[in-house]
């Protein structure tokens, strides 16, 4: 039954990953969209950053590990 798990594990992975990928570009992507129309270079920078930050911060909670149940 293992391999049966394993896509299991996959399937739920996946779909973590397609909706954190959807929640960062949501709430990022349009805080870069709004800088890049109005702001300075240093606002256009720091808002990239800040996107930059979220995906990182997603694959560090990708890469934790699990516990059962989790």
């Known amino acids: 039954m293992?391999?049966?798990t394993s896509v299991r594990d996959n399937v739920?992975?996946?779909e973590?990953?397609?909706d954190k990928a959807q929640e960062i570009m949501?709430?990022?992507g349009f805080r870069l969209i709004r800088s890049a129309r109005n702001g300075t270079?240093?606002?256009?920078r720091e808002t990239?950053?800040?996107m930059a930050r979220?995906?990182?911060a997603s694959l560090m909670d990708a890469s934790r590990p699990r516990h059962a149940g989790e």
Request: hydrophobic share 50%; glycine share 0%.
């Open 48 to 50: 990239s950053l800040m």
């Open 12 to 14: 739920r992975i996946e």
């Open 26 to 28: 949501l709430r990022e």
């Open 54 to 56: 979220a995906i990182a």
């Open 16 to 18: 973590w990953a397609c």
């Open 2 to 4: 293992a391999p049966e």
């Open 41 to 44: 270079n240093t606002e256009i």
